[in-house]
């Protein structure tokens, strides 16, 4: 016998009610024109340039890290070109007190938080001279295990809200990052203590390979923050002013004692998942890449601000000439770090080194000083 | 001085340590109310505020993520795992990221997180609560694993691993919370972490344990003792860093060692204190290092574990065979 269809309640219908409402919000569209001029965050022109100033920079970098991780000078490195959007406008929404847990990929918004370029570079080398963090300065270094870096952000949030800062916890992590386990107790741990963070997922379509269709059966990411009782919002990722306006609403939110949110920016990477012999052909057509480079985040925003009389060519080679210089100048000072030997490293295991680590440090001193 | 069971010699030392800084943090599930399942933190939220002791969303790796991103603001995350058989569930925090946070920011970050875990067997709970895996983390650099046996001994180890600025694992015996009392000062002292503590002195053999096995080496000892053999059992305390010397000046005058753990054979502590009398002492032997341990199984369903654990009749058996070799 059929069950009686429960004539109060259907849960088919909520769900598919809920996956509705979780529409994607963009404010400059691919030609580079406001589509929604309510939520245009309306940034000074100061701000706008500044904004279109490290897109540029960045893709450059991007640029030059990849074809110097050819020539064998860069170690470690995940491409950014297409989430330059995704990365640095949600930055750009940041204060300095407040936090960044990064995943592998979020170099860049390390870097324009205060992250030295040379450092960035040992980084990518596998120097430990990369991650010695200044005083001050609010990042960890680029989290590797896929999630992990969502329960530290609840952490970190609770303590700034302990300490009574107005500042937040921001971590970011892929479309594959979202199906981890840690994913949901972060997002949960946050929401059950009103913790001021922001946790980004950034949706680039592929985790490594895995299509993001196989990763859930969810119609979004960003409804995920429904289970959290938490706000959640889908955001074009390839818009810089709609991801921008959507950071800042979150740490408006977040610093009024308000909670955390959850973000999905839809966006793509152009490269490969990392440097280290992945190839998109494998699972990926040209055509799905053509699609969106279309949608390119410079490409739209240097239309906007040109129209706007805020760019030119001439700015942009500007920008490109400095990059292209401070990068070099970068990589000319973690070319004189010098080398790390195993004494350095043991050297750091503890505070006080315990009897067996001061051992095996007494033989390599005595080796590395022959 | 007041007669402490070791639960209140550790309530106690949570108690001192939060009254001593006020960056103590204690978390965890149904620590806070409830005051945790076995009362370790009875009235520290009364006491100290639901902003300093609260409960947590049931969720180990969120726990073990929490404490980390405190650390990061400064705070010292005294979280407790509610059992130490779910610690598989936040395997990631802590050897994952605490142990490698100073390593990996080239010694500008710290995790200074204490990890207290109820563990170890004899008190019938259900499966996966009671295993012995200090092995497991004694195999991380990066933490330390500190391991009572008395009251005196669990008040002051906690509040050096509190002030500890790496991360320690704190292993309470759960057989050993209410199994006696001991005098237990009031007032705060520390109890240095890598040094162990000479229970027994004696000459003929050394017996080197610790957590629950120390009593059942003590009654092995008194037996042996019978028989005529001078026996001296050494309490480790913290299973890593060990501590080095007083193993090897205890083994160069008995000549004679066994390691007794309660945790399985395979791997773990007791092989490793077997190596390092290896590298260091091994002309002093009169007889090879015998380990008495329990088999290498699974911990077992609870109404198999009286004859799975190893006690002081299996203590006694082993030492006669070093004793006689």
Known sequence: MAAKKNQQFDPVETLQAIEEKFEMVQVLNEEGE????????????????????????????????????????????????????????????????????????????????????????????????????????????????????????????????????????????????????????????????????????????????????????????????????????????????????????????????????????????????????????????????????????????????????????????????????????????????????????????????????????????????? | MAQMTMIQAITDALKTEMKNDENVLVFGEDVGNNGGVFRATEGLQKEFGEDRVFDTPLAESGIGGLAIGLALQGYRPVPEIQFFGFVFEVMDSISGQMARMRYRSGGTLTSPVTIRSPFGGGVHTPEMHADSLEGLMASQPGLKVVIPSTPYDAKGLLISAIRDNDPVIFLEHMKLYRSFRQEVPEEEYTIPLGKADVKREGTDLSIITYGAMVQESMKAAEELEKDGHSVEVIDLRTVQPLDIEAIIASVEKTNRAIVVQEAQKQAGIAANVVAEINDRAILSLEAPVLRVTAPDSVFPFSQAEQVWLPNAKDIVETAKKVLTF
Request: hydrophobic share 35%.
């Open chain 1, 34 to 370: 406001i589509v929604n001029k309510e939520y245009d965050p309306n940034l000074s022109d100061e701000q706008l340039e500044e904004l279109m100033k490290r897109m540029v920079y960045t893709r450059i970098l991007d640029q030059r890290s990849i074809s110097l991780n050819r020539q064998g000078r860069l170690g470690f490195y995940a491409p950014t070109a297409g989430q330059e959007a995704s990365q640095l406008a949600s930055h750009f929404a940041l204060e300095k007190d407040d936090f960044i847990l990064p995943g592998y990929r979020d170099v860049p918004q390390l870097i324009w938080h205060g992250w030295p370029l040379h450092q960035a570079f040992l980084f990518s080398r596998g120097h430990f001279k990369g991650n010695q963090m200044a005083e001050g300065l609010n990042i960890l270094p680029p989290q590797i295990i896929i999630g992990a870096q969502f329960i530290q952000a609840a952490g970190v949030a609770l303590g700034l809200q302990k300490r009574k800062k107005e500042a937040v916890a921001i971590t970011y992590t892929g479309d594959g990052g979202s199906s981890q386990g840690d994913f949901y107790e972060g997002i949960n741990f946050a929401g059950a203590f009103r913790a001021p963070a922001i946790f980004i997922v950034q949706n680039n379509q592929y985790a490594i390979s895995t299509p993001r269709e196989l990763q859930t059966s969810a119609k979004t990411i960003a409804q995920k923050a429904v289970s959290a009782g938490i706000p959640g919002v889908l955001v074009d990722g390839m818009d810089p002013l709609a991801v921008y306006a959507v950071t800042r609403d979150a740490r408006e939110r977040a610093v009024k004692g308000e909670g955390p949110t959850l973000i999905e920016t839809m966006c793509y990477r152009y490269g490969p998942h990392t440097m280290a012999g992945d190839d998109p052909t494998r699972y990926r057509t040209s055509d799905i890449d053509s699609e969106w480079e279309k949608k390119d985040p410079l490409v739209r925003f240097r239309k906007y601000l040109e129209a706007k009389g805020l760019w030119n060519e001439e700015k942009e080679n500007e920008v490109i000439e400095k990059a292209k210089e401070e990068i070099k100048a970068a990589i000319k000072e973690a070319d004189g770090t010098p080398k790390q030997k195993v004494s350095d490293l043991l050297g750091i295991m503890y505070e006080e080194v315990p009897f067996n680590v001061q051992e095996q440090l007494d033989i390599y001193k005595a080796k590395e000083s022959k």
